[in-house]
Nanobody, 118 residues
Framework: QVQLVESGGGLVQAGGSLRLSCAASGRTFSTYAMGWFRQAPGKEREFVAAISTYQSDSVKGRFTISRDNAKNTVYLQIDSLKPEDTAVYYC????????????????WGQGTQVTVSS
């Protein structure tokens, strides 16, 4: 069993940066691949980034996902924020690395709101 709690969201200006955190409970965190998803108002939830159990970080454009297994925490750094990044951001845990399919993620956090003003 893994419980996930996101934090770090808020209101930021376009062009700024934000780092979201996701703290996990349970001793098995290091055995799960982790992912970040987001859901904008009126839209379906979409995949943002994923990281395997052994990677320390992975960069995809403006998004950097990283993890610290010693702290049971996964992070999402978002640079050059745009208004279209406004969404609720969720972290999730999966026994499968690299999947974008929500159904492969067993555990989800409650989400943290990110709002980007223009």
């Amino acid at each position: 069993q893994v419980q996930l709690v996101e934090s770090g969201g808020g209101l930021v200006q376009a062009g700024g940066s934000l780092r979201l955190s996701c703290a996990a409970s349970g001793r098995t965190f290091s055995t799960y691949a982790m992912g970040w998803f987001r859901q904008a108002p009126g839209k379906e939830r979409e995949f943002v980034a994923a990281i395997s159990t052994y990677q320390s970080d992975s960069v995809k454009g403006r998004f950097t996902i990283s993890r610290d297994n010693a702290k049971n925490t996964v992070y999402l750094q978002i640079d050059s924020l745009k208004p279209e990044d406004t969404a609720v951001y969720y972290c999730a845990a999966s026994p499968r690395y690299g999947t974008r399919d929500e159904s492969d993620y067993n555990y989800w956090g409650q989400g943290t709101q990110v709002t980007v003003s223009s």
